[in-house]
T-cell receptor, first 113, second 114 residues
């Protein structure tokens, strides 16, 4: 069965510093991968997605993610973090068997001034 | 274009009661999925409806049920509420034409069971 692991429960970075959030997936074929962001009290917003093609995917708000099949990873990156990026980030994989999305546990990002 | 609308935003119920949550998807979207979000379990898939048919169901007890109407609006019902049902319930809509189709989430309904 598909699964998604986000090893870091929370991460703290300084404003202006670079960011990398880790995501590992378990899936037999080429996965459909997503990164979502959730601000407090809000629903989830899609940052970017990957399903084929170029392994470096650009998303909204200056985020990008790189798909590495050999490492079963889909890490999210941003070169310079802004205070408004403080939120919870979810990596997810599309389940081909059942039209559902499987989410990781999430990584909460704290940004310090 | 209006987003996904969930009502109500907040709800407080007593153990043993039942509750109905509503989700209005984006116009033209025929797929509606429901998720339960709790601090301990994260985002757990409840069920997905497409054109009034339930296509998939997560591992939740039968107390959790849902339906979808011909206008794609969806409701989920939880009967005999338990304290552990306290959670943020999120609805997502999509065209669901393929698995890489983006799902758009509502702001959720925060259910508190006392």
């Amino acid at each position: 069965a598909q699964s998604v692991t986000q090893p870091d429960i929370h991460i703290t970075v300084s404003e202006g510093a670079s960011l990398e959030l880790r995501c590992n997936y378990s899936y037999g074929a080429t996965p459909y991968l997503f990164w979502y962001v959730q601000s407090p009290g809000q629903g989830l917003q899609l940052l970017l997605k990957y399903f084929s093609g170029d392994t470096l995917v650009q998303g909204i708000k200056g985020f990008e993610a790189e798909f590495k099949r050999s490492q079963s990873s889909f890490n999210l990156r941003k070169p310079s973090v802004h205070w408004s990026d403080a939120a919870e980030y979810f990596c997810a994989v599309g389940d081909t068997g059942g039209f559902k999305t499987i989410f990781g546990a999430g990584t909460r990002l704290f940004v310090k001034a | 274009k209006a987003g996904v609308t969930q009502t109500p935003r907040y709800l407080i119920k007593t153990r043993g009661q039942q509750v109905t949550l509503s989700c209005s998807p984006i116009s033209g979207h025929r797929s509606v999925s429901w998720y339960q979000q709790t601090p301990g379990q994260g985002l757990q898939f409840l069920f997905e409806y497409f054109s009034e048919t339930q296509r998939n169901k997560g591992n939740f007890p039968g107390r959790f049920s849902g339906r979808q109407f011909s206008n794609s609006r969806s409701e989920m019902n939880v009967s005999t509420l338990e304290l552990g049902d306290s959670a943020l319930y999120l609805c997502a809509s999509s065209t669901r034409q393929s698995l890489n189709t983006e799902a758009f989430f509502g702001q959720g309904t925060r259910l508190t069971v006392v």
